[in-house]
């Protein structure tokens, strides 16, 4: 069969800038696609923070200084392009660059701009079609940065039926609650002051424009990172106001689960880690790796004592208050270790500096986002700990099931999804699902860990069914290359 020509537009690509899973998937999913022998090309903006060390980067000389007009606002950019790495050389990622967009403190900002932003980027990645000469067969958007893309395919470039006339669009949605909503009065800088009749019409009315609404509108399918989050946000309770246009497109509506990068996340490979270690010296390498994690985090090391590891953004999102009453309890009064890695919220970050106060032989919390060290938590912990109030995928529990780190979580979105509850009667299942959002849930789930936990043979053949079960792209790539399939045919 022909090659797809696949153009991916994402705001963060790992390892170049990363905020959460969304980079790890932008990075993952292109590169297998690459490998399969189609053309793809990624798209990210230049971040100022974007981390180019080791790679060659190259200006592209045709793509210089192009000027775009966005409403009463002009503005050029630059590309650069490297190669995607684990793509085998085949994928090239461009680089949108535009220093007065993008040199910012962070990937995402609450400036008066931020629409303009992903506006121009969203833009810029067309622009760059027409430029190279080059027709995609599909458009590939993302979130509400890039959701735009549709809307532009059939407006401001419609006419463009040379390169466009037969692409199509995919809109994944990693996360509802993030929408992009602004006010109406943006729509001329957005260029789409002509077409404002093509946008929701009740959102105009009441001031605001809404870019992942418009995206649901517009593009041919509307994908989602999980089977239960694409069911999950056509309801009242997850879809966040959207759930109605949702229900209206549900024929278009698909869910593909998220998988695990093994060419990053693989213990038997992992340069960040003390020992490396698979299924058959797992014992072996993760007592090394447990022994490490306690060095480095400065707690003293008991081989009978489990470690729990967070590792995670510290949003609402993630559920980690229903941790607060049963970890305190639990670190009262038993013999365990908890490893944090994560930043967000004020709250939750006080939280855990004042759990490693009142624990300080007990607890490690480092507040900010380390990736080497996220790995290790990974290889160190022997629990994993993944409350979510909702979780539209979740790519944590897949590293810790290859890292033979069981993991506790909620029965929501992709968690419910990849984690199957531990039966001790028939040795089936890879970690403890909790089903209400309660601290009576978690605990139960907590307790349930810890009485395994106590039991090595059972916990053996536990961790192993997480270890030797396949989470990887390899699978899930085949569901994405069908729906492209499907949606060119
Ligand atoms: P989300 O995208 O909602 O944050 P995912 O589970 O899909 O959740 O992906 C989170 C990704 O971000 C994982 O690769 C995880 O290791 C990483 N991550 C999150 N917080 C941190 C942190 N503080 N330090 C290092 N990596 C982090
Ligand atoms: C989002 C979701 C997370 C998902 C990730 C990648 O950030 O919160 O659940 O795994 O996107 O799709």
Not at 261 to 276: F, G, L, Q, S
Not at 410 to 424: E, K, S, Y
Not at 438 to 452: I, N, Q, V
Not at 460 to 486: H, P
Request: with cysteine; charged share 20%; aromatic share 12%.
């Amino acid at each position: 069969m022909e090659p797809l020509r696949i153009c991916f537009a994402a705001s963060e690509v790992a390892p170049f800038a990363k905020t959460g899973g969304l980079a790890d998937v932008s990075a993952a999913l292109p590169a297998r696609l690459g490998q399969l022998g189609h053309d793809v090309r990624v798209f990210m903006p230049l971040h100022a923070q974007t981390d180019l060390s080791g790679h060659e980067v190259m200006p592209v000389d045709f793509l210089h200084h192009v000027p775009i007009e966005l409403g009463d606002h002009r503005f050029h950019f630059s590309v650069f392009t490297t190669k995607l790495p684990h793509s085998q050389g085949s994928v090239d990622l461009y680089l949108i660059g535009c220093p007065q967009l993008f040199d910012r403190p962070g990937i995402y900002t609450g400036d008066w701009d931020e629409h303009l932003r992903f506006a121009l980027f969203s833009r810029a990645v067309l622009e760059c079609c027409q430029r190279m000469g080059w027709s995609p067969s599909l458009v590939h958007a993302n979130d509400w940065h890039t959701a735009l893309l549709p809307l532009y395919l059939r407006t401001l470039y419609a006419w463009d039926t040379e390169r466009f006339g037969k692409t199509k669009t995919v809109l994944t949605i990693h996360n509802i609650a993030y929408q992009g909503k602004f006010p109406a009065d943006v729509v001329q800088n957005l260029g789409l002051s002509e077409y404002s009749h093509k946008l929701y019409q009740d959102d105009l009315g009441a001031g605001l424009v809404n870019f992942l609404k418009t995206g649901i509108l517009y593009a041919d399918v509307v994908a989602t990172v999980s089977r239960t989050y694409a069911r999950e946000i056509q309801t009242e309770a997850f879809g966040e106001g959207l759930d109605p246009l949702l229900r209206a497109r549900a024929e278009s509506v698909t869910g593909i689960v998220n998988g695990a990068d093994y060419a990053v996340w693989n213990p038997e490979t992992d340069p960040h880690i003390a020992k490396n270690y698979g299924p058959d010296d797992v014992a072996e390498g993760k007592a090394a790796c447990k022994r490490a994690l306690m060095e480095e985090t400065g707690l003293p090391f008991d081989p009978r004592a489990p470690v729990l590891g967070i590792v995670s953004r510290l949003t609402a999102q993630k559920g980690f208050e229903l941790t607060f009453d049963p970890l305190t309890e639990a670190l009262r009064f038993l013999d365990l270790r908890l490893v944090v890695v994560g930043s967000g919220e004020d709250r939750l970050q006080d939280h855990f500096h004042w759990l490693q106060r009142t624990f300080p032989h007990k607890v490690f919390y480092w507040q900010g986002y380390n990736e080497p060290l996220a790995h290790r938590v990974e290889a160190g912990a022997d629990i994993f700990l993944m409350p979510s109030r909702f979780e539209p995928c979740g790519l944590n529990q897949m590293y810790s099931l290859k890292y033979g780190t069981v993991p506790i979580v909620r029965r929501t979105g992709g968690l419910a999804d990849t984690v199957q509850l531990w039966n001790p009667e028939t040795g089936d299942g890879n970690g403890f699902v909790f089903d209400h959002f309660s601290a009576a849930g978690l605990t139960w789930g907590l307790k349930a860990a810890l009485t395994t936990w106590k039991d090595r043979d059972s916990w053996n053949t536990l961790r192993a069914n997480g270890m030797r079960a396949d989470y990887s792209w390899d699978r899930r790539v085949v569901e994405y290359e069908d729906l492209y399939r499907s949606m060119v045919a």
